[in-house]
């Protein structure tokens, strides 16, 4: 092939970290005006690939060519200045500035006198956000946002910069449904423009449905790049994970018995909220909850761990009426509440795996001395039954790839022992492997008797491990579907799911 027909190419690129070969002779090439996804497992190396060319790491060995001319960026700006931009898997942003600052960030319009030009900056913001369709105002604190809005404006500020190679590191982790279309329209009137999409993502249906070319990496290497429609789910997961996996669900062994927690007529206090929620939940149970973003299932589970206040209603645990104002209350009644932004939220990004495995359950280790042994022993057997992808315990955290990140935060809350878990997009961010592993950890906590509340978009993963879904919309409890009834099988029971939840309108 005439190498010109490629606008990038990624050749034999090295990078180690201490302990990690994170990238092994990678390969990557890509095609002007196509979209071409980057998949591989947690840890697999994608983004390790993308941040070499990015200029935030140095790559070792290798050879970087953009319309084959050879590169090495020094940094990130050095990469915007040629052309290249990338939305990161990490979400940046000064969380106290408001919108445009952040889109503007590093690049300030200046008036004379060194003055920033406020006017200027809301004007190109508005004016991108116009093209882009995107409905946020620019003097927005990016705090105050949602985190969907938050990506959003990640990918407006990429867009921006005009670059003819667009990386997307997992843009879509927190979008909806409707977002994530929308986000599929930009991006294919850029390709339409001659721009190159890198896509990174770990959304099978959303890959296919998007790409032309798919390359798929396992242990930092290079494993095959193929034409998207010549693809499909069961083999992509082939050579993802290098073995066959013909059921992407554990069978189910838990048996619901006996009510332990029941919920009434509950209303989140500070509007818009959500209102009027019953529902009861079974020792052994696995209760999904479904819904659009923006139905205030975050808010629900929230407002019974007591993050949030509520305005009214009930909850009983084993028949006793408690009354949880703050979140400690929770853990000590047997909650644990895994949030959904996990990586944000949750994490000590400093600390090593040792210390964000231990953190919610420090009183455990010795009030004055902690028990290191113990501290070892659980992180250790923490990172072997989830399968944490890490050089040792003792590594930083921040230093794990994303998914990896994930794991150790579900392990934690896991050794709280808790009866009741609630947990809010468990495997968002999670690759195929790994998320089996995580649905049987829950059948198996399901299997001991705790009772579990999970919050998923992902409905394959509702339908294929819940004993009951309740579909929430609107702020309401639209409707309660109880597995194996009434509908006529899954799909009968999906296309219920998605009238509740509003998704026909
Ligand atoms: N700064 C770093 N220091 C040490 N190790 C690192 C660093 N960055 C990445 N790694 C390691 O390199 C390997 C590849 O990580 P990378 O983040 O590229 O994976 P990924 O394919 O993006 O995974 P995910 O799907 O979970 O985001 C992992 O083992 C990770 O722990
Ligand atoms: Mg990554």
């Not at 010109?4 to 090295?14: G, S, T, V």
């Not at 003792?394 to 896991?414: C, E, M, P």
């Not at 296309?495 to 998704?503: M, P, Q, R």
Request: net charge neutral; with cysteine.
């Amino acid at each position: 092939m005439d190498q010109h027909q490629y606008m990038l190419e990624m050749i034999d690129i090295d990078k180690s970290f201490p302990g990690v070969h994170a990238l092994d002779r990678a390969q990557f090439k890509l095609r002007p005006g196509t979209i071409h996804s980057l998949m591989g497992e947690n840890g697999a190396g994608k983004s390790t690939l993308m941040k070499c060319l990015f200029g935030i790491y140095k790559k070792d060995s290798g050879t970087i060519r953009i319309d084959g001319k050879e590169v090495d960026f020094a940094n990130p700006k050095h990469a915007l200045d040629n052309g290249v931009a990338m939305v990161h898997q990490e979400l940046n942003q000064v969380l106290h500035r408001n919108v445009m600052e952040n889109v503007w960030l590093g690049r300030l319009p200046l008036k004379k006198y060194g003055l920033v030009d406020s006017k200027l900056m809301f004007a190109e913001t508005m004016e991108t956000f116009r093209d882009l369709e995107i409905n946020i105002s620019p003097t927005a604190i990016i705090g105050t946002l949602s985190v969907s809005q938050r990506q959003m404006v990640e990918i407006a500020k990429a867009v921006s910069y005009h670059a003819k190679i667009l990386v997307l590191d997992e843009p879509t982790s927190s979008l909806t449904e409707k977002e994530v279309d929308h986000l599929f329209r930009i991006i294919r009137k850029l390709t339409v423009q001659g721009v190159g999409i890198i896509y990174i993502s770990h959304r099978m249906d959303e890959i296919l449905r998007i790409s032309d070319d798919i390359t798929v990496m396992r242990d930092g290497q290079w494993i095959a790049t193929k034409p998207a429609n010549e693809l499909d789910t069961n083999e992509l997961i082939r050579l993802m994970v290098n073995r066959d996996l013909t059921h992407r669900f554990p069978g189910k062994t838990n048996k619901p018995d006996g009510t332990m927690m029941s919920v009434s007529h509950l209303s989140g206090k500070y509007e818009p909220t959500f209102h009027d929620v019953s529902f009861t939940l079974r020792k052994g149970e696995i209760l999904g909850v479904a819904g659009l973003m923006g139905s205030r299932r975050t808010e629900l589970l929230n407002t019974i761990f007591g993050v949030f206040t509520k305005e009214s209603g009930e909850i009983e645990v084993d028949g006793k009426v408690i009354d949880i104002t703050s979140p400690e209350m929770a853990k000590r009644n047997g909650f644990a509440l895994i949030t959904e932004e996990r990586r944000a939220t949750g994490l000590f990004p400093l600390m090593n795996i040792y210390f964000n495995t231990i953190i919610a359950n420090i009183g455990k280790y010795g009030k004055v001395i902690l028990s290191q042994r113990k501290i070892a022993s659980d992180t250790q057997s923490s990172i072997q039954s989830l399968k944490v992808k890490t050089a040792s315990a003792k590594t930083a955290i921040r230093s794990l790839s994303g998914g990896n990140q994930q794991k150790v935060i579900i392990g934690r809350w896991l050794l709280t022992k808790p009866e009741i878990l609630l947990l809010d997009e468990p495997t968002r961010g999670i690759d195929v492997g790994a998320k089996f592993e995580i649905y049987q950890l829950i059948i198996n906590l399901a299997n001991e008797g705790k009772g579990i509340v999970m919050v998923s978009s992902e409905m394959p993963e509702l339908l294929g491990i819940c004993d009951r879904i309740l579909v929430m919309s609107n702020g309401r409890l639209a409707g309660i579907v109880e597995r194996g009834k009434d509908f006529g099988g899954v799909a009968g029971e999906q296309e219920h799911i998605l009238k509740l939840a509003g998704t026909y309108i």
